[in-house]
């Protein structure tokens, strides 16, 4: 699919969530007239694999009701906040492990058959795609292994972004 303007990567992220901006993007995008129909199919919380749904059920919110404050206004920090008061408020830990689960699915789990199938249909077959993420910026035109977008660092312009004390030891595990 071409890259549609003021959609983000699935990468980005709004406050300590990858995904949710794009989501909200694809919520306005839609309001507005401008998602294209290839998107249409997958927006809301009734698909278990799809990646709305997906962050609903992690936010703890309907996706009626994330649209319905979406589309009153406000900053995407506004509306991840409003998620939080009224879903699951989750620990900095229990974020970083959504965003892991979130940049990995595709990689050696139920959805690789899924992601190799796509990747055939979209005619990137050679591209060093390795996760749905991958795809979705590679189908979009951008390319994440070149940017390295898995790594996490705060979201470039989001005021309401803080690296979370301890959540990026320096010390090995052991």
């Given at each position: 699919m071409p890259a549609v303007p003021g959609?983000?990567?699935?990468?980005?992220?709004?406050?300590?969530?990858v995904y949710f901006g794009r989501m909200l993007d694809?919520?306005?995008?839609?309001a507005a007239g401008r998602l294209p129909v290839e998107y249409q199919a997958n927006l809301g919380d009734d698909k278990p694999y799809v990646f709305g749904s997906r962050c609903c059920r992690f936010l703890g919110v309907r996706y009626a009701d994330l649209k319905?404050?979406?589309?009153?206004?406000?900053?995407?920090?506004?509306?991840?906040?409003?998620?939080e008061a009224r879903g699951i408020l989750h620990t900095d830990d229990e974020c970083q492990t959504w965003n892991r689960f979130m940049m990995k699915i595709g990689w050696r789990d139920e959805r690789s058959a899924a992601l190799q199938d796509r990747?055939?249909?979209?005619?990137?077959?050679?591209?060093?795609?390795?996760t749905g993420f991958d795809l979705i910026d590679y189908d979009e035109g951008r390319d994440p292994?070149?940017?390295q977008a898995w790594l996490?660092?705060?979201?470039?312009?989001?005021?309401g972004y803080r690296t979370p004390p301890g959540n990026f030891p320096s010390a090995r595990l052991r």
């Open positions: 959609l983000r990567s699935p990468y980005a992220k709004v406050g300590r969530l694809k919520i306005r995008l839609h319905a404050r979406t589309l009153q206004g406000g900053a995407d920090l506004d509306v991840l906040v409003w998620c990747i055939r249909e979209y005619g990137l077959a050679g591209k060093p795609i390795e292994v070149a940017a996490e660092c705060p979201p470039a312009g989001d005021p």
